[in-house]
């Protein structure tokens, strides 16, 4: 038996026999980077300036509202972006939001899952360092 500390979040008493509560606890942690990445915004570039939107479930229903309002966005809709200031909203705005959302959201997917695969081919699976290779968001 041996002391473990998960990437200084938890500390356990393992031994190879809990190598698979290891990977699921592991995994778990990944999980949670992967879900906090999900809430911390897309990026847009609107007229020429980077600019990030909100991407917590209530923003994420807010903007399909507006694809699915088109062409009968009111004109001159003033949407608040990440920083604090206001973007007029467009009908192709809120396409390009939807899919910068879409982006995001495959390219988070896609690296936790790479992270998994990588973790749970590791000998010693709670030393591998999954904080790395995340897509930029806001909040980073």
Do not use: C
Request: glycine share 6%; aromatic share 8%; net charge negative.
């Amino acid at each position: 038996n041996s002391e473990v500390t998960l990437n200084g979040v938890r500390t356990i008493t393992a031994t190879r026999k809990s190598a698979e509560i290891i990977k699921a606890l592991v995994w778990k942690d990944i999980q949670a980077i992967r879900d906090a990445k999900v809430g911390e915004g897309y990026k847009v570039v609107v007229e020429t300036v980077d600019k990030w939107f909100h991407s917590d479930p209530s923003s994420r229903i807010q903007q399909l509202g507006l694809v699915m309002l088109g062409a009968n966005i009111p004109p001159g809709l003033q949407w608040k972006t990440m920083d604090g200031t206001f973007v007029t909203m467009t009908q192709t705005l809120a396409g390009e939001i939807l899919a910068a959302a879409a982006t995001s959201d495959t390219l988070i997917f896609s690296v936790a899952e790479t992270h998994k695969a990588a973790m749970t081919a590791e000998e010693f699976p709670e030393t591998y360092d999954f904080t790395t290779d995340w897509p930029t968001t806001y909040a980073s």
